[in-house]
Nanobody
Framework: QVQLVESGGGLVQPGGSLRLSCAASGSIFSINAMGWYRQAPGKQRELVAAITSGGSTNYVDSAKGRFTISRDNAKNTVYLQMNSLKPEDTAVYYC????????????WGQGTQVTVSS
């Protein structure tokens, strides 16, 4: 079984920063892509940023220049550094990982709330 545990969410003022972390644990052989998604109230879940095992990244347009995704393969951990936060970034943020165990599947974390408000 594989577990993803997120941390680092909270309340921040507009223009502030937060760093989210997501650690994967369990019977992991390897992890392919990892990503961060978010879901705001009344909206569909959207991909914010993703990173391959080789370090290639992609971002939703609204995150480009403000957010940075990174990973530590030795720790099976993915990070999302969020700068210049805006109220419209308010959402529950979920991490996801494409994990190879005895099979291959996507796993999700439980989500962490990010609220940007003055």
């Amino acid at each position: 079984q594989v577990q993803l545990v997120e941390s680092g969410g909270g309340l921040v003022q507009p223009g502030g920063s937060l760093r989210l972390s997501c650690a994967a644990s369990g019977s992991i052989f390897s992890i392919n892509a990892m990503g961060w998604y978010r879901q705001a109230p009344g909206k569909q879940r959207e991909l914010v940023a993703a990173i391959t095992s080789g370090g290639s990244t992609n971002y939703v347009d609204s995150a480009k220049g403000r957010f940075t995704i990174s990973r530590d393969n030795a720790k099976n951990t993915v990070y999302l550094q969020m700068n210049s936060l805006k109220p419209e970034d308010t959402a529950v943020y979920y991490c996801a990982a494409d994990v190879q165990t005895t099979g291959r599947a996507w796993y999700w974390g439980q989500g962490t709330q990010v609220t940007v408000s003055s």
